[in-house]
């Protein structure tokens, strides 16, 4: 089957086992600002999305808007968002982040990047220090309807036991290939799922090839 045919019919498959069609956060929001979208990638990175959502909540009520994070004191920042871990590293980042927007362009908003090609909208935001592919994927698809396919570590392991990438693709070099393999329209839907399927079902140490919807078409199933 080639690579697009199989994209797509793994999309299917796990699409009609998980029916997700929205990032989970455990908070039931497909759908937010993409500030909000950049803070809370911010959050989650090494941490669960339970932690990453319990953080970004309490910045939301502590400050009434994020101009007014934008000027809190760091220390603050670190303490409000300790449940996330790392709170040492991602709240400069998340400060610098959201000061460097604000004075390039007079308000604390990505929404200019819809209206600008995908490519410079992509750029953008990896120029941000601290975000990388995955982060910028998040904001594009997420919360602008840009089209990205963010690869975290459950869509990297999967589409390599899929064979959509070789093991020794990186994560950065993931995107791309992934990219030009799963339809657009797919991209969403194709993420979420897979992250589903990675957490249930094909997971890093003991995947249950014999519970997978997907062993009769995957080559690294053991049976």
Known sequence: MAARALAIEVRRRLEAVYHATGPSR??????IPAVD???????????TDINSWRGYQALRAAYPSWE???????????????????????APRILAALQRIRAEHGTISLDFLRDIPRADALAYLLSIKGVGRKTAACVLLFSLGIPALPVDTHVWRVCKRLGFISAKTTADAAHLLLEEIVPEADYLT??????????????????????????????????
């Open 37 to 47: 979208e950049l803070v809370l990638t911010f959050l989650s990175q090494a941490t």
């Open 26 to 31: 455990g908070h039931g929001c497909a759908s």
């Open 190 to 223: 194709f993420h979420v799922n897979i992250i589903a399927h990675g957490k249930a079902i094909c997971t890093a140490r003991t995947p249950k090839c014999s519970a997978c919807v997907l062993a009769e078409i995957c080559p690294s199933a053991v049976l």
């Open 68 to 90: 007014a994070v934008a000027d809190a004191p760091v220390e603050t920042i670190e303490e409000l968002i300790r449940p996330c871990g790392l709170s040492r590293q991602k």
